[in-house]
């Protein structure tokens, strides 16, 4: 099977040319795809420690500390001493961070509707359903099986 009738192949490809596109799109705006992501987590989780926002983006806590570093000194991001435990930091959006969130999401919804040009409103619907499922089987794992398989389908699969 060549790599254009490959899901799997075709899937990191397009995963990989969304990640370029978003890196160019923050470049332009002085920022990064990592920058992006730190402030919609912080946006979605405000007060999460540095060690759970690393879990979050699947990066090593330097490097969300670096980051973080960054976006402290651009005035984005404050970092606060946990109540509970002083060695953990507690991370908060900034007011001045408002612009960036809208800007974030007008460029989503720009790369959204780039990626999907072409695209029936019936056609996104599947993909994403598709998508969806695909994540959850995913997260479940391979051990779990197939959903709605019976045992016999799922050994004549595999």
């Not at 670096?66 to 007011?95: P, S, T």
């Amino acid at each position: 099977m060549d790599a254009e009738h490959d899901l799997l192949i075709l899937m990191m490809v397009v995963a990989r040319l969304t990640r370029v596109e978003a890196d160019r799109r923050a470049r332009q705006h002085g920022t990064t795809r990592a920058q992006w992501g730190i402030l919609k987590q912080l946006f979605h989780h405000p007060g999460i420690s540095q060690k759970e926002l690393a879990d979050n983006l699947e990066v090593e806590p330097i490097t969300v500390a670096r980051l973080v570093d960054r976006l402290q000194k651009a005035g984005l991001v404050e970092r606060r001493a946990d109540a509970q435990d002083r060695r953990i930091w507690r991370l908060h959006l900034c007011a001045a961070a408002a612009p960036y969130l809208d800007e974030i999401d007008r460029q989503r919804h720009e790369m959204t509707g780039f990626i999907t040009a072409g695209l029936a409103d019936a056609d996104r619907r599947t993909v994403l359903a598709a998508l969806k499922l695909m994540k959850a089987n995913l997260l479940r794992g391979p051990e779990a099986g197939m959903p709605g398989a019976t045992r016999d389908e799922q050994e004549e699969k595999a």
